[in-house]
């Protein structure tokens, strides 16, 4: 496809197979050309699902040349190193989130990108969705008066039959956290954090934090993986409520409702559908092959990288 940045994909993934390659194909911008596992039938299967090419083996799909870019979405454990490898192949990376387990780990990645012109972008999706940015300009005209509060949820249920978890509680946390230096900018103070184990204390699953603005403005976020389905934020101002549901992983053909509460009454603001995940993948195009601005995204790596691990500190800490 002329025009069009070439990609291809480690790992097959449930959130690939959902959503991003399907977006993938619909992005003008990309070009779809081949998916990697470790195992040889779930590539292929892949590659019959979405017409590329099937590659056994992850180092394999890096030494082709005719992939510009690659997409990461294995497990957060497996980020740093294909990340790095894909770096030092000299491929730009979209990487699922968390993009690195550490501060320390995304900093190397960066440092990488930038010593050989490389873009690294973490894959938030829902910040390409529409809804956040008119959520941002009812804000700035008022609509709920001055802002006092904001709270995110994210949780999400035991796989069915409650026989473990489909994610681990880093890959939850990010969406409130990240959500709220969107609104909120990048000089969050943490108040205070709590995790709570599995009845075996072996893994996180569930959490709560609490972060300061520059403004005053307290965000109060919670999130976990034993809980009903739930991902939504809400504004409280000085005259009213402003609250997103369905905020986070939003289907294509969802029309946001926009729920305003004040003196007046209730009011659903009803926005059209968008599809964020064709939105990220034309962003993360347009950056190289339009020669965008790479600082921003690799800076945008390392901000959140920081402010979770304080997060996780103030979470021990709490513990």
Same mark, same amino acid.
């Given at each position: ?32 050309? #081949?998916?990697?596992?470790?195992? %040889? *039938?779930? $590539?292929?299967?892949? =590659? &019959?699902?979405? @017409? ?47 993009? #690195?387990?550490?501060?320390?780990? %995304? *900093?190397? $990645?960066?440092?990488? =990108? &930038?010593?050989? @012109? ?47 978890? #489909? ?153």
């Amino acid at each position: 496809m002329p025009g069009a940045l070439r990609i291809g994909v480690l790992g097959c993934a449930s959130i690939a197979e959902r959503r991003m390659l399907p977006s993938m194909l619909a992005q003008p911008r990309v070009e779809l050309v #081949a998916v990697a596992s470790r195992h %040889a *039938e779930k $590539a292929e299967r892949f =590659a &019959r699902l979405f @017409g590329c090419e099937a590659v056994t083996g992850y180092e394999r799909l890096l030494a082709r040349e005719d992939i510009d870019a690659v997409y990461v979405p294995l497990p957060p454990s497996l980020h740093a190193e294909w990340v790095r490898r894909a770096l030092l192949a000299g491929k730009h990376v979209l990487c699922e989130k968390p993009f #690195a387990a550490t501060l320390a780990e %995304a *900093e190397s $990645a960066v440092a990488l =990108a &930038r010593d050989r @012109g490389l873009l690294v972008m973490e894959s938030f999706m829902f910040l390409h969705h529409r809804q956040h940015a008119e959520v941002r300009r009812l804000l700035d005209e008022g609509l709920i008066g001055e802002p006092r509060g904001f709270s995110a949820d994210f949780g999400i249920p035991l796989l069915d039959g409650g026989g473990g978890h #489909a994610s681990t509680l880093p890959e939850v946390a990010v969406y409130p956290i990240r959500v709220a230096e969107f609104f909120l900018g990048w000089e969050l103070e943490v108040l205070g954090a709590y995790e709570r184990c599995d009845a075996a204390g072996e893994f996180a699953v569930a959490g709560d934090a609490m972060l300061r603005a520059p403004s005053g403005v307290i965000a109060h976020l919670r999130y976990g993986l034993e809980h009903g389905y739930r991902a939504e934020y809400t504004w409280w101002g000085s005259a009213g409520t402003l609250t997103v549901r369905r905020a986070f992983s939003t289907p294509d053909d969802h029309a946001p409702v926009l729920r305003v509460e004040c003196r007046s009454g209730v009011e659903d603001l009803v926005l059209k559908p968008d599809s964020q995940f064709v939105n990220i993948a034309g962003f993360f195009a347009e950056a190289v092959l339009d020669g965008g601005e790479f600082r921003t995204h690799a800076d945008a790596i390392l901000r959140h990288a920081e402010l979770l691990d304080r997060v996780r500190v103030a979470a021990q800490l709490g513990g």
